[in-house]
């Protein structure tokens, strides 16, 4: 740069103020504003104001039912357990569910049953160590045994009972008069020996509450013996509504197909024939059921009717007959083993 090219201080002046003119004349003309008390802002006016548009979307904000839809945590809550609940009782009136709530309750009540027997049994022992020993002195030998005789009749009791209890929980109750005889010998002992002395006559002062004492637990135990079988076998007969076991089939479903005569014999033969086999199908008769069945499989629909109540626990062979189908030897064979 020359020193010619400077520009004078006068021309810089002169450019600033045109600029400052151009700038001037370009400018928007600035409105005057107008007070309060012309335009009536006023303050309480914004605040109304304010108000009218918050109304506005509240109204259209209720208008919305969406969070009314929405599940609160206790709705939620008594909805679980309400499921729950529909679940528990459909679980309930299933089948198997209630065979398996009523093989728990047998169970419970033979296992309560039994301990309620042993104890009322062992309660007994001390009125028969009384009469067994026979005023015998104490650790005598004669005192002493006396002491195993109401344990050894125990036992044998309730080798009987739990016998029985177990067969009626497997749906085979056993019905000997020979064991119930057994059961009332020994509880008829069990009773005897415990209340002979303190029955009036015998007991030098008699005393009601001693003589029921001493016979409370052959009571209880006579009352478990007898209530017992009598539960067990409403338990046997118990219908938990499970499918029964299907009809048997009719008898031209599994007929075996006669065997044809061939053409060239002769009528004479053929009636020989016929006379002799008619002749022989008595004989060789056997017990094998029709119908393409064998023995077990009617022995177990007999066991599934029985179960079920169709059928009592000791049908006659005409009763089997007719349930099953089967034939009379079949009839009679099932009949003989209940």
Not at 170 to 177: A, L, R, V
Not at 274 to 295: C, E, I, M, V, Y
Request: contains cysteine; proline residues 8%.
């Amino acid at each position: 740069m020359t020193i010619s090219s400077i520009p004078e201080p006068e021309d810089v002046s002169a450019l600033i103020s045109g600029a400052e003119a151009l700038l001037a004349a370009n400018a928007p003309v600035e409105q005057p504003t107008p007070s309060a008390a012309v335009t009536g802002e006023t303050k309480r006016v914004r605040q109304l104001r304010a108000e009218v548009a918050e109304a506005k979307l509240l109204a259209e904000l209720q208008d919305d039912d969406t969070p009314l839809h929405l599940d609160t945590p206790k709705v939620r809550k008594r909805r679980r357990a309400a499921y729950e609940a529909a679940r528990l009782h459909e679980l309930a009136q299933d089948p198997m569910m209630r065979a398996w709530q009523a093989s728990r309750m047998r169970k419970l009540l033979v296992t309560v049953a039994m301990v309620s027997l042993t104890l009322a049994l062992a309660w007994s022992t001390a009125g028969v160590q009384v009469f067994a020993a026979e005023g015998a002195p104490a650790w005598s030998p004669s005192w002493v045994f006396a002491w195993l005789v109401e344990p050894f009749m125990s036992m044998a009791l309730l080798v009987v009972v739990g016998a029985r209890a177990y067969m009626a929980t497997h749906g085979q109750p056993i019905t000997s008069k020979t064991l119930t005889r057994i059961e009332c010998l020994f509880l008829g002992l069990t009773l005897g020996m415990n209340a002979w002395r303190h029955l009036p006559g015998v007991a030098a002062d008699f005393s009601l509450s001693a003589l029921v004492l001493h016979i409370l637990g052959p009571i209880v135990a006579v009352a478990i013996v007898t209530a017992l079988p009598i539960i067990l076998a409403a338990f046997t007969g118990l219908d938990h509504g499970a499918p029964k076991a299907a009809p048997a089939p009719s008898p031209a479903t599994h007929r075996t197909p006669s065997p044809k005569v061939s053409r060239t014999v002769s009528p004479s033969t053929s009636l020989k024939a016929s006379d002799q086999q008619s002749d022989r199908r008595p004989k060789t008769r056997t017990a094998t059921p029709p119908r393409g069945r064998s023995l077990g499989d009617h022995r177990t629909e007999l066991t599934l009717l029985i179960a079920n109540g169709a059928l009592p626990a000791k049908p006659s062979a005409e009763a089997i007959r007719k349930a099953l189908g089967c034939s009379r030897d079949a009839a009679k064979i099932l009949r003989d083993e209940r």
